[in-house]
C-alpha cells in the first residue's frame, strides 16, 4: 500500500526548501526525515512537554501535533539555526553560562520558547518565564537555572 505524497514548500532556517511529506506527518518528522534536523524532538507526543518546539512564523508551535502540511509557505526555524558565524544566540550562550540544562533533552524547546518570550517580553519577571515556559518540562529540574538564563538572555539582548 503506498502512501500518497505532497509536495510542501517553505522557508526553513533562512533557505528556500521544499519536501515531499506524507499527510499524516507531524513538523517533527519533517524536519527529521527530510532534513536532517533533530534539534526538535518528540517525547510525550501530546504537546505536553516543549521537547518539540520549533518557531514557524515568529511563534512557537510544538511540533509533534503540528501537521508537517501546515509549513507549506511559512517561515521555520530550528535550534540548529539559532548560532551565526560570529558565535551563539545570546539565549544559547545564557542557557551555557547558567548551566541551565543536565541531560540536555529539553534544551532546544526551552531555548527556542525563550526567543518568542524575550521578543514580546524584554524584561520578564520570574513569573512571567514560568508562566510563559509552564508548557516546557525538564525532567532534570534545572528549573532554577532556566529562569536565571532566561533573564541573563534578556540582559544580554539588550547590550548595544
Given at each position: ?6 509536495t ?19 513538523l ?70 547558567c ?24 524584561s ?37
Open positions: 500500500m503506498s502512501t500518497v505524497q505532497r510542501i514548500q517553505f522557508r526553513l532556517n533562512g533557505e528556500a526548501v521544499s519536501a515531499d511529506i506524507a499527510p499524516h506527518w507531524n517533527v518528522e519533517l524536519l527529521q526525515n527530510c532534513f536532517g534536523l533533530f534539534g526538535a524532538r518528540e517525547s510525550c507526543g501530546q504537546e505536553l512537554c516543549g521537547c518539540c518546539t520549533v518557531v514557524v512564523n515568529g511563534a512557537a508551535v510544538t511540533g509533534c501535533l503540528y501537521l508537517a502540511a501546515f509549513v507549506d509557505g511559512a517561515e521555520v526555524l530550528t535550534v540548529e539555526r539559532l548560532a551565526s558565524s560570529t558565535g551563539l544566540d545570546a539565549v544559547q550562550q545564557a542557557f551555557i553560562e548551566g541551565a540544562f543536565q541531560c540536555g533533552f529539553c534544551t532546544s524547546g526551552f531555548v527556542l520558547m525563550t526567543r518568542p518570550l524575550l521578543d514580546i517580553n524584554p520578564p519577571t520570574d513569573d512571567d518565564i514560568r508562566h510563559y515556559l509552564s508548557g516546557n518540562l525538564c525532567r532534570c529540574a534545572a528549573y532554577p537555572e532556566i529562569i536565571r538564563a532566561v533573564k541573563l538572555a534578556a540582559r544580554k539582548r539588550k547590550k548595544p
